[in-house]
């Protein structure tokens, strides 16, 4: 059985920085691609930054230069390094596991409070 579970999340100032971890309970070649999503109460889930299998990238425009997303395969792990973070940065961010199958599999989600 697939599983996605979240880490990192919490409270923290305005430009100050997170990471947040996606553990996945497979290996890394069974994974097409890992990525980030986030949602606020009222609006739909967005799409925060994913990876693929060969480490390509992609970011929505509201996090380049600020976030970074990395995998280490060895651990099936995924990770968000949030810097300079802004309040409305605050949000559940929840993982999303994409297998070779084509199927998704979603964290239970992390809580992200940005505020001072």
């Known amino acids: 059985q697939v599983q996605v579970v979240e880490s990192g999340g919490g409270l923290v100032q305005p430009g100050g920085s997170l990471r947040l971890s996606c553990a996945a309970s497979?290996?890394?070649?069974?994974?097409?691609?890992m990525g980030w999503y986030r949602q606020v109460p009222g609006k739909q889930r967005e799409l925060v930054a994913t990876?693929?299998?060969?480490?390509?990238?992609n970011y929505a425009d509201s996090v380049k230069g600020r976030f970074t997303i990395s995998r280490d395969n060895a651990k099936s792990t995924v990770y968000l390094q949030m810097n300079s973070l802004k309040p409305e940065d605050t949000a559940v961010y929840f993982c999303?596991?994409?297998?070779?199958?084509?199927?998704?599999?979603w964290g239970q989600g992390t809580q992200v409070t940005v505020s001072s």
């Open positions: 999303c596991l994409t297998y070779y199958s084509g199927a998704d599999y």
């Open positions: 497979v290996s890394t070649f069974l994974i097409n691609a």
């Open positions: 990876i693929t299998r060969s480490s390509s990238t």
